[in-house]
Each structure stands twice: as structure tokens, then as C-alpha cells.
């Protein structure tokens, strides 16, 4: 159940130039949560920017939650700033998670860059069932690397520039992937999440492959709790909210 409540900053640490680790502690974080939830977040105690933030759960705990973020635009920048001992507002756990996969299915899961904070707790609950596909421009937009190489059954690392694992997108590593289990394709379940081109190229590849899935959708929140209608994406159902009936639809729902 979400609710609004009030935690302490204890740790707002930079992972490198571009992206920050928030870890928030409180009495009273509400208990249940599934990976791929979210909390609105306020970055500022002043009204500019006026709204909060939402910001994927990476890890969470009975008294704490950690957020990593990726520092852009006017209320990331000031986030960041923000110091130890800070009081900080919060509203969640809002959204619907991820579906866990079936007995006999190996999930397949798929970040672009910062989605690995939406992935991450799935990875974990999940470990060694899992494969999990990480890609990014650059080395640099790949995060937590030491926190994940020894979770997963496989971890497939690609950047496109070659920097950091198999030159190309995350898209050839996976497509390269499914190539060469024909077999086992109706036992696969994908979970993405990641810039909108990446979902848009795994979505193709799943319905191409026939494989279900689901991805996780980040688009522009202003509310968080479906008032406004800012965040609404199409799909087969009519348009829905991704704040409240998403983030995560089922991939073969969403109209591209």
C-alpha cells in the first residue's frame, strides 16, 4: 500500500560523474514491494521544481531504501546536491511490478543504462535463473557492475562504442542469444527496461521470436498517482496511465 511519509537522507553518493546513489532511512517505509515499483521523490524542499521525481527502487529494506539516479535536468541536479542528514519526502511504493516468471520458464532480462535500477531487485530475487543483458553507449552509462556480476546465471555486457564488453547494442547480444536457442524459446519469459528505442527493438525481437514478456516504461511523471494524465502511452487496451496501470505492461500490449 503507498503512502506519503517523510525519511532521512544517510548517504548521497556519486557512482561517477553522471549518476548518484541516494540511500534514505525512515521508521515507518511501508513493507510490501515488488521489483519494478516505484516512489515519487522530492528533490528539493523549495517549490523549483515544483514536482517530485520518480525514481525506481534498486534496494530496499525495512528501514531503508537506496535510489540510484541519473543526474539530469533541474531537480536531479539539486537532488544531488542535497546532504547527509536532509529530511526528504516520499510517496510510494506506486505502480504495479513484475510478474515473477513460472517454474519452467528462464527469464531473460534486459537494461539500457539506468534501468538496471528498475531490473536490479528482480535480478536478486531471481539469481541464479536469470540472464541478464546490460548494454549502454559507453562503459561509463554502466553502473554497479560489482554489485551484479556474481547474481545472475550469465551476464552479458555490450556497449556500443566497445568500450566495456561486446561492441554493439544490447539488442545484437540478445538477438545473437535467442539464435542460438531455438528450442528453448517458448520457455523464455523477457523483462526490459530502458531508454524508449531499446523497449521499442526488444518488444520487435520478443513478438518476432514469439516470446512473452514485459517491459517497464519511462515516461515523463508528473503526479504519480494517474490524476493528471501526463504519462499516458498507447496500447491495445486504449491508452493507459504508466504510473498507475503501468510501469510494467505486457510487451505484446503496447503500441509503438
Known amino acids: 500500500m503507498s503512502k506519503y511519509f517523510k525519511a532521512k537522507i544517510i548517504a548521497n553518493n556519486p557512482i561517477n560523474k553522471n549518476h548518484n546513489l541516494l540511500v534514505l532511512t525512515a521508521n515507518n517505509i511501508s513493507g510490501d514491494f515488488t521489483p519494478g515499483q516505484f516512489y515519487m521523490v522530492g528533490t528539493d524542499n523549495s517549490y523549483d521544481p515544483l514536482l517530485k521525481r520518480p525514481f525506481s527502487v534498486f534496494k530496499k529494506d525495512s528501514g531503508s531504501l537506496q535510489f540510484l539516479y541519473r543526474i539530469k535536468g533541474k531537480g536531479t541536479e539539486k537532488l544531488s546536491q542535497m546532504k547527509k542528514g536532509t529530511g526528504i519526502s516520499l510517496l510510494g511504493p506506486l505502480g504495479n511490478g513484475y510478474p515473477m516468471p513460472g517454474k519452467n520458464y528462464v527469464p531473460i532480462l534486459i537494461a539500457g543504462g539506468i534501468g538496471i535500477a528498475s531490473l536490479f531487485p528482480l535480478v536478486e530475487k531471481l539469481g541464479k535463473k536469470a540472464y541478464l543483458f546490460y548494454g549502454g553507449r559507453t562503459k561509463d552509462e554502466l553502473i554497479m557492475?560489482?554489485?551484479?556480476?556474481?547474481?545472475?546465471?550469465?551476464?552479458?555486457?555490450?556497449?556500443?562504442?566497445?568500450?566495456?564488453?561486446?561492441?554493439?547494442?544490447?539488442?545484437?547480444?540478445?538477438?545473437?542469444?535467442?539464435?542460438?536457442?531455438?528450442?528453448?524459446?517458448?520457455?523464455?519469459?523477457?523483462?526490459?527496461?530502458?531508454?524508449?528505442?531499446?523497449?521499442?527493438?526488444?518488444?520487435?525481437?520478443?513478438?518476432?521470436?514469439?516470446?512473452?514478456?514485459?517491459?517497464?516504461?519511462?515516461?515523463?511523471?508528473?503526479?504519480?498517482?494517474?490524476?493528471?494524465?501526463?504519462?499516458?502511452?498507447?496500447?491495445?487496451?486504449?491508452?493507459?496511465?504508466?504510473?498507475?496501470?503501468?510501469?510494467?505492461?505486457?510487451?505484446?500490449?503496447?503500441?509503438?
Not at 545472475?152 to 554493439?168: A, M, Y
Request: net charge positive; aromatic share 6%; with cysteine.
Open 145 to 256: 557492475m560489482d554489485e551484479l556480476k556474481d547474481i545472475p546465471k550469465e551476464l552479458i555486457i555490450s556497449t556500443d562504442n566497445g568500450s566495456l564488453g561486446k561492441k554493439g547494442t544490447v539488442i545484437n547480444a540478445l538477438n545473437n542469444f535467442l539464435s542460438r536457442q531455438p528450442s528453448a524459446i517458448s520457455h523464455q519469459l523477457i523483462y526490459a527496461c530502458g531508454p524508449t528505442p531499446m523497449l521499442k527493438a526488444v518488444s520487435k525481437l520478443a513478438l518476432k521470436k514469439r516470446i512473452n514478456g514485459y517491459i517497464s516504461m519511462e515516461e515523463n511523471m508528473a503526479c504519480g498517482v494517474g490524476a493528471c494524465l501526463g504519462c499516458v502511452v498507447k496500447t491495445k487496451h486504449g491508452y493507459k496511465r504508466v504510473c498507475k496501470e503501468g510501469p510494467v505492461f505486457k510487451i505484446k500490449d503496447i503500441v509503438w
